[in-house]
């Protein structure tokens, strides 16, 4: 099933995807995050919270493998 995501001020929720609902979220000051697939709604903002941390992890992973070719190529452009 799928969810829509929406944020508050610093209250998020998990609606199920119908567009009327979501709608009256919207115009009552919600914000629309993202939709993501799970079976209730507690799971569907555990797979948002996923979907973040993978979001941060990729870039931080590659900056740490970059980094020792980084100090390598430094190092003897200037030696």
């Known amino acids: 099933m799928d969810f829509y995501i929406l944020k508050k001020q610093q209250e998020l929720i998990a609606i199920p995807a119908d567009e009327q609902s979501c709608k009256q979220y919207l115009d009552s000051g919600y914000f629309y995050i993202d939709k993501v697939a799970a079976c209730n709604e507690s799971n569907a ?35």
């Open 45 to 79: 903002l555990k797979v948002l919270q996923a979907k973040q941390t993978k979001a941060l992890k990729v870039p931080l992973v590659l900056a740490l493998l970059a980094l020792p070719i980084v100090i390598f190529a430094w190092y003897n452009l200037s030696a």
